[in-house]
């Protein structure tokens, strides 16, 4: 029993944790998004695939892995502010802005998609990992790497819900978000909170996609598996909710690393989804409200 | 008091008759030059059309963005082709699928029937993949390979056999069933029930307070459109010989979603002028690039940055006003002919 805890159970849970925070980092990119800004960005996937290439590709070129980490969210924010400005801007006013913004970004989803693949061709890539070998804690051995995503993680998902709710700068972004003629009149400059709070949902994608490129592999579809499981978590948690993506995403994360011990991992999937099903079933807003709504 | 409804369908009649004109003329050419390739790519992009009418009869008429309406798609063609691998029967197959649709329909929409808006696109995109990758893992259902060795039918028609091989009269057999799909939904959206669906998506607070009930409407609207998509999907292994688990997976749904965009949301017809133009504009560029999905991402983003309505939508209204018109003239040349008095 000792040695089942030490030797399956525990690395397993270990193992599913490191997951869960690499699919918080992209789902608070999404949540934060749809929180502050009312837009699902369908295109998240792509832009997590992008902060991957992007470390690939500098680091094929002879750049540090660890300069690596914030060179390359720092690139995608100009990608993000152009995004926001020339396409969601144009069809934010309209009638039905759900409906059209998520259409815009899928759109979009599909060139960055077809770009990626031309630039780097359709095979997979394993780029090195930066902290080879394992760490032995408290005789629980887990590959140093993960170790250190579960850690860097952790910092970036307290450093986000600093910055959201305990500065200056988060106070202007929600108020923008929660009655932007009331923010805008009261000086806030509203157009740039937008581009700047999208761009922020880019960047930490990004991040997300420089940070897993040594545990998983790299092909320009990795978004498209990895987005439904950040869809999944920001639903449960509670779209726009910060606190709500971090508990879903550990907690879906946990039941299909536990579960996969027990059933085939093929069955893990269906089993977060009904999970999922089950908390809309009685909260269908999700666990948790929205950020600068409730 | 002209009624809105009465004149929007009969636009959308009138864009079916010039499309069913122009299919028949091509087909026309297509059988002088024996060709082919051109009436089974027309077969196909009908098949997909039917799946884009499916995403139009819940985003245009229930006002609800569906990102998984493949999974009916898929689950119609996969039962299809089930049945014809033990039995080659059309009639059996189009039934069976027809009955699993009606029932994955009903769970589908019991589930997401609970939500709306963003939730709504979000679940449905969450179930279509669930269930394509367990598809896609399961070893009786072909995996990944899909299932292959789908016989070529026999269809008998009450006094004549045509076979799905034959690539002009299985393509004529699809606009038939196109045509039967199209005018059934066209007539359900013009009855008081579908007016209270329609009315749910202009405003759904209002609703319960005229004595309807919300839920009801809603859910039939979403079992219908998956019955679109079941049984035009149980076309598609008659066409192909195959099916594989790609039907089911978020590109065919996107696909979807993009034809009906590009033929304009809420008409119908829109969806198949839409699959008509993706099909062929892929088949064109595919010639040419592996990577046509840049082309279609950037004349997507366009049509709905600068023409949301889609094609239809554009030429629908001086249509809409003719009508009108021409209403009005046959009604005044009545009053003159009856001497009665408006």
């Known amino acids: ?294 | 008091m002209r009624d809105r409804l009465d004149i929007s369908m009969r636009a959308n009649h009138v864009f079916f008759a010039v499309l069913m004109g122009i299919g028949l003329i091509c087909v026309a050419l297509a059988v002088a030059m024996n060709d082919t390739f051109y009436l089974r790519l027309g077969t196909e992009a009908l098949i997909l059309g039917g799946l884009a009418l499916s995403v139009d009869i819940l985003l245009g008429f229930g006002g609800l963005l569906s990102l998984g309406q493949a999974l009916y798609f898929g689950i119609g063609a996969y039962v299809s082709a089930l049945v014809l691998r033990e039995v080659p029967s059309f009639w059996l197959a189009m039934a069976a699928a027809t009955g699993v649709t009606l029932l994955a329909g009903i769970i589908g929409g019991l589930i997401a029937n609970r939500v709306r808006g963003v939730y709504f696109a979000l679940i449905t995109f969450g179930m279509a993949q669930v269930v394509a990758k367990v598809v896609y893992n399961t070893r009786e259902l072909g995996a990944s390979d899909g299932l292959i060795g789908v016989p070529v039918l026999e269809i008998p028609l009450g006094v004549i056999t045509v076979s799905a091989g034959d690539p002009l009269a299985f393509f004529l057999l699809t606009l038939s069933v196109l045509t039967i799909l199209y005018a059934a939904v066209a007539y359900l959206f013009t009855t008081p029930f579908g007016r209270v669906v329609i009315a749910l998506k202009a405003n759904e607070k209002r609703v319960p307070f005229l004595g309807y009930n919300t839920w009801g409407p809603r859910m039939v609207c979403y079992v219908v459109a998956a019955l679109v998509a079941g049984i035009t999907g149980a076309l598609y292994p008659m066409l192909r010989g195959f099916v594989s688990p790609e039907l089911m997976f978020f590109a065919s749904s996107g696909n979807a979603v993009i034809m009906v965009v590009l033929g304009g949301v809420g008409t119908l017809i829109g969806a198949l002028y839409g699959a008509v133009l993706l099909t062929f504009l892929k088949s064109v560029v595919g010639s040419y690039t592996e990577h046509h999905l840049i082309a279609i991402g950037v004349i997507f983003i366009f049509a709905i940055l600068f023409m949301p309505k889609g094609i239809i939508g554009v030429a629908k209204p001086s249509l809409e006003r003719r009508l009108i018109r021409f209403d009005e003239q046959t009604d005044a040349a009545r009053i003159k002919a009856t001497g009665e008095r408006a």
């Open chain 1, 1 to 294: 029993m000792e040695s089942y805890l030490h030797y399956v159970l525990a690395p397993q849970m270990l193992n599913g944790l490191a997951l869960g925070i690499s699919v918080i980092l992209v789902a608070l990119g999404l949540t934060i998004i749809f929180g502050l800004l009312d837009v699902i960005n369908m295109s998240h996937g792509e832009f997590y695939a992008i902060g991957a290439f992007g470390a690939l590709a500098l680091s094929l070129s002879g750049m540090n892995y660890w300069v690596l980490i914030a060179l390359v969210p720092l690139l995608m924010i100009p990608l993000g502010i152009i995004t926001e400005r020339y396409l969601i801007r144009r069809v934010y006013d309209g009638a039905d802005r759900h409906v059209t913004t998520l259409l815009v970004t899928f759109g979009l989803g599909l060139i960055l998609e077809d770009i990626l693949k031309i630039l780097f061709g359709p095979n997979t890539h394993r780029p090195a990992n930066p902290l080879p070998g394992a760490t032995d804690l408290f005789g629980i051995v887990i590959p140093t790497y993960r170790l250190f995503l579960i850690a860097i993680g952790a910092v970036v998902i307290l450093a986000v819900t600093f910055v959201v709710y305990r500065t200056r700068l988060g106070a202007i972004v929600r108020a923008a978000s929660f009655d932007r003629n009331m923010a805008a009149s009261l000086g806030v400059r509203v157009g740039w909170v937008y581009s700047g709070a999208f761009a922020f949902g880019v960047t930490l994608a990004g991040l997300a996609g420089v940070l897993l490129a040594p545990v998983y592999s790299v092909f320009p579809t990795m978004g498209r598996d990895f987005i439904l499981l950040a869809f999944t978590v920001v639903i449960v948690g509670g779209l726009g909710s910060i606190w709500g993506a971090v508990i879903a995403g550990i907690f879906l994360t946990q039941v299909q690393a536990i579960s996969s011990l027990v059933i085939s991992p093929v069955w893990a999937d269906p089993i977060v989804f009904g999970v999922m099903v089950l908390v809309l079933m009685f909260r269908p807003q999700g666990l948790f409200g929205r950020m600068g709504h409730a």
